[in-house]
Protein backbone atom coordinates (compact mmCIF):
# COMPACT_ATOMS: atom_id res chain seq x y z
CA UNK A 1 0.00 0.00 0.00
CA UNK A 2 1.67 3.16 -1.14
CA UNK A 3 0.72 5.69 1.47
CA UNK A 4 2.59 8.65 -0.11
CA UNK A 5 2.20 8.64 -4.06
CA UNK A 6 4.25 11.02 -6.90
CA UNK A 7 1.39 10.14 -9.38
CA UNK A 8 4.05 11.85 -12.21
CA UNK A 9 6.78 9.90 -13.05
CA UNK A 10 8.71 12.52 -15.04
CA UNK A 11 8.10 16.15 -15.79
CA UNK A 12 9.89 18.50 -18.27
CA UNK A 13 9.79 22.75 -17.67
CA UNK A 14 11.76 25.48 -19.84
CA UNK A 15 14.03 27.04 -17.71
CA UNK A 16 12.79 30.30 -15.98
CA UNK A 17 9.34 29.11 -15.88
CA UNK A 18 7.46 27.77 -12.56
CA UNK A 19 7.83 23.62 -11.86
CA UNK A 20 5.47 22.46 -9.49
CA UNK A 21 5.79 19.10 -8.48
CA UNK A 22 2.79 16.83 -6.45
CA UNK A 23 2.14 14.61 -3.89
CA UNK A 24 -1.11 12.91 -2.34
CA UNK A 25 -0.90 10.78 0.45
CA UNK A 26 -3.44 8.50 2.31
CA UNK A 27 -2.80 8.13 5.61
CA UNK A 28 -4.37 11.08 7.74
CA UNK A 29 -2.02 10.27 10.84
CA UNK A 30 1.25 12.43 8.76
CA UNK A 31 1.74 15.54 10.58
CA UNK A 32 5.52 16.27 8.58
CA UNK A 33 6.10 16.56 5.48
CA UNK A 34 9.48 17.24 3.48
CA UNK A 35 10.74 17.47 0.00
CA UNK A 36 14.13 15.75 -1.22
CA UNK A 37 15.99 16.59 -4.04
CA UNK A 38 18.09 13.47 -5.46
CA UNK A 39 20.87 13.32 -8.36
CA UNK A 40 21.93 10.17 -9.79
CA UNK A 41 24.06 7.91 -7.77
CA UNK A 42 24.20 10.72 -4.65
CA UNK A 43 22.02 11.11 -1.49
CA UNK A 44 18.90 12.75 -1.59
CA UNK A 45 19.51 16.26 -0.20
CA UNK A 46 17.32 17.99 1.84
CA UNK A 47 15.20 20.74 0.61
CA UNK A 48 12.12 21.96 1.91
CA UNK A 49 9.80 20.55 5.12
CA UNK A 50 6.00 21.95 6.33
CA UNK A 51 4.62 20.30 9.20
CA UNK A 52 0.47 20.08 9.44
CA UNK A 53 -0.12 23.19 11.18
CA UNK A 54 0.88 25.49 8.28
CA UNK A 55 -0.36 25.34 4.84
CA UNK A 56 2.83 26.84 3.21
CA UNK A 57 6.37 27.36 3.79
CA UNK A 58 8.87 29.17 1.37
CA UNK A 59 12.60 29.21 0.84
CA UNK A 60 14.02 31.08 -1.83
CA UNK A 61 12.65 29.62 -5.33
CA UNK A 62 11.20 26.73 -3.10
CA UNK A 63 7.38 26.74 -1.54
CA UNK A 64 5.69 23.85 -0.36
CA UNK A 65 1.96 24.38 0.16
CA UNK A 66 -0.28 21.52 1.80
CA UNK A 67 -3.91 21.17 1.37
CA UNK A 68 -4.80 18.53 4.60
CA UNK A 69 -8.46 17.88 3.40
CA UNK A 70 -7.45 17.29 0.14
CA UNK A 71 -3.97 15.36 1.55
CA UNK A 72 -2.42 17.02 -1.42
CA UNK A 73 1.12 18.87 -1.07
CA UNK A 74 2.62 20.62 -4.01
CA UNK A 75 6.62 22.10 -4.15
CA UNK A 76 6.49 25.13 -6.41
CA UNK A 77 10.03 26.05 -7.94
CA UNK A 78 10.58 29.44 -9.58
CA UNK A 79 12.33 30.64 -11.81
CA UNK A 80 13.35 27.28 -12.40
CA UNK A 81 16.82 26.60 -13.67
CA UNK A 82 19.21 23.91 -15.07
CA UNK A 83 20.96 22.63 -11.92
CA UNK A 84 17.03 22.12 -10.36
CA UNK A 85 17.07 18.80 -13.22
CA UNK A 86 17.32 15.92 -10.68
CA UNK A 87 14.29 13.32 -9.14
CA UNK A 88 12.46 15.28 -6.10
CA UNK A 89 10.69 13.10 -3.68
CA UNK A 90 8.16 13.83 -1.64
CA UNK A 91 8.13 12.34 1.98
CA UNK A 92 5.83 12.05 5.40
CA UNK A 93 6.07 11.17 9.10
CA UNK A 94 3.57 10.55 11.71
CA UNK A 95 5.62 11.30 14.57
CA UNK A 96 6.10 14.75 15.09
CA UNK A 97 8.82 16.26 13.37
CA UNK A 98 10.48 12.76 11.26
CA UNK A 99 11.59 11.63 14.34
CA UNK A 100 11.89 7.78 13.47
CA UNK A 101 10.28 7.05 10.35
CA UNK A 102 9.78 8.52 6.76
CA UNK A 103 7.50 7.20 4.02
CA UNK A 104 8.72 8.24 0.37
CA UNK A 105 6.89 8.51 -2.12
CA UNK A 106 8.40 6.87 -5.73
CA UNK A 107 9.87 10.13 -7.06
CA UNK A 108 9.22 12.96 -9.56
CA UNK A 109 12.02 13.24 -12.68
CA UNK A 110 12.70 17.25 -12.82
CA UNK A 111 14.20 18.12 -16.49
CA UNK A 112 14.39 22.02 -16.47
CA UNK A 113 14.95 22.75 -20.72
CA UNK A 114 17.46 25.52 -21.24
CA UNK B 1 29.17 20.95 11.20
CA UNK B 2 27.38 17.16 10.66
CA UNK B 3 28.93 14.96 8.03
CA UNK B 4 27.46 11.23 7.14
CA UNK B 5 30.10 8.64 5.70
CA UNK B 6 29.13 5.70 3.85
CA UNK B 7 31.25 2.74 2.33
CA UNK B 8 32.33 1.70 -0.27
CA UNK B 9 30.73 3.95 -2.72
CA UNK B 10 30.36 0.92 -5.39
CA UNK B 11 30.20 -2.67 -4.78
CA UNK B 12 30.27 -6.04 -7.11
CA UNK B 13 29.21 -9.28 -5.12
CA UNK B 14 28.51 -12.40 -6.96
CA UNK B 15 25.05 -13.92 -5.13
CA UNK B 16 25.73 -15.93 -2.02
CA UNK B 17 28.62 -13.93 -0.81
CA UNK B 18 28.59 -11.79 2.79
CA UNK B 19 28.07 -8.15 3.04
CA UNK B 20 29.22 -5.52 5.22
CA UNK B 21 28.26 -1.85 4.27
CA UNK B 22 29.15 0.83 6.55
CA UNK B 23 28.06 4.32 8.07
CA UNK B 24 28.99 6.71 10.27
CA UNK B 25 28.17 10.24 11.45
CA UNK B 26 30.60 12.94 12.59
CA UNK B 27 29.65 16.38 14.65
CA UNK B 28 26.98 14.80 16.59
CA UNK B 29 25.89 12.44 19.67
CA UNK B 30 23.09 10.20 19.78
CA UNK B 31 21.46 10.24 16.44
CA UNK B 32 18.73 8.32 15.32
CA UNK B 33 20.44 6.21 12.18
CA UNK B 34 18.50 5.03 9.30
CA UNK B 35 19.28 2.57 6.16
CA UNK B 36 17.27 2.80 2.90
CA UNK B 37 17.61 1.65 -0.22
CA UNK B 38 16.55 2.51 -3.63
CA UNK B 39 15.55 -0.25 -6.09
CA UNK B 40 15.91 0.68 -10.20
CA UNK B 41 13.14 3.06 -11.03
CA UNK B 42 11.52 2.97 -7.41
CA UNK B 43 11.38 5.12 -4.18
CA UNK B 44 12.81 4.55 -0.99
CA UNK B 45 12.30 2.09 1.25
CA UNK B 46 13.10 2.43 5.05
CA UNK B 47 14.94 -0.72 5.77
CA UNK B 48 15.77 -0.58 9.25
CA UNK B 49 16.37 2.36 11.94
CA UNK B 50 18.29 2.50 15.21
CA UNK B 51 17.87 5.37 17.91
CA UNK B 52 20.58 3.95 20.34
CA UNK B 53 23.50 1.94 20.30
CA UNK B 54 22.21 -1.90 19.79
CA UNK B 55 18.55 -0.62 19.02
CA UNK B 56 17.46 -1.64 15.99
CA UNK B 57 14.29 -1.63 14.46
CA UNK B 58 13.38 -3.74 10.96
CA UNK B 59 10.83 -2.29 8.61
CA UNK B 60 10.53 -5.05 6.17
CA UNK B 61 11.82 -8.87 6.39
CA UNK B 62 14.44 -9.67 4.11
CA UNK B 63 17.41 -11.08 3.46
CA UNK B 64 19.59 -8.14 5.44
CA UNK B 65 20.34 -7.27 9.04
CA UNK B 66 21.88 -4.20 10.57
CA UNK B 67 23.73 -3.62 13.67
CA UNK B 68 25.06 -0.61 15.62
CA UNK B 69 28.15 -1.30 17.66
CA UNK B 70 29.34 2.31 18.52
CA UNK B 71 27.02 5.41 18.96
CA UNK B 72 27.20 6.78 15.73
CA UNK B 73 28.08 3.64 13.36
CA UNK B 74 25.79 1.72 11.82
CA UNK B 75 26.02 -1.36 9.68
CA UNK B 76 24.21 -3.21 7.13
CA UNK B 77 24.85 -6.99 6.61
CA UNK B 78 23.59 -10.31 5.39
CA UNK B 79 25.21 -13.54 5.61
CA UNK B 80 24.28 -14.87 1.58
CA UNK B 81 23.13 -12.10 -1.13
CA UNK B 82 20.52 -12.54 -3.48
CA UNK B 83 20.14 -11.21 -7.02
CA UNK B 84 17.16 -9.15 -5.15
CA UNK B 85 19.70 -7.46 -3.01
CA UNK B 86 21.05 -5.18 -5.78
CA UNK B 87 20.13 -1.73 -5.08
CA UNK B 88 20.91 1.80 -4.10
CA UNK B 89 21.32 2.20 -0.42
CA UNK B 90 21.18 4.76 1.77
CA UNK B 91 22.49 5.96 5.20
CA UNK B 92 20.31 8.60 6.87
CA UNK B 93 20.86 10.18 10.33
CA UNK B 94 18.50 12.43 12.44
CA UNK B 95 19.23 14.20 15.77
CA UNK B 96 16.27 13.77 17.97
CA UNK B 97 12.76 15.31 16.50
CA UNK B 98 14.37 16.66 13.02
CA UNK B 99 14.56 16.05 9.37
CA UNK B 100 16.88 13.62 8.16
CA UNK B 101 19.96 13.94 6.09
CA UNK B 102 21.81 11.09 4.03
CA UNK B 103 24.86 9.57 3.05
CA UNK B 104 26.55 9.72 -0.26
CA UNK B 105 24.69 5.94 -0.72
CA UNK B 106 26.58 2.69 -2.15
CA UNK B 107 25.62 1.19 -5.20
CA UNK B 108 25.70 -2.69 -4.72
CA UNK B 109 25.33 -4.91 -7.87
CA UNK B 110 24.56 -8.67 -7.01
CA UNK B 111 25.73 -11.24 -10.14
Not at chain 2, 36 to 42: C, F, K, P, V
Not at chain 2, 49 to 55: E, F, T
Request: proline letters at 6%; a neutral charge.
Amino acid sequence: DQQVKQNSPSLSVQEGRISILNCDYTNSMFDYFLWYKKYPAEGPTFLISISSIKDKNEDGRFTVFLNKSAKHLSLHIVPSQPGDSAVYFCAASAQGFGNEKLTFGTGTRLTIIP
Amino acid sequence: SQTIHQWPATLVQPVGSPLSLECTVEGTSNPNLYWYRQAAGRGLQLLFYSVGIGQISSEVPQNLSASRPQDRQFILSSKKLLLSDSGFYLCAWAADGETQYFGPGTRLLVL
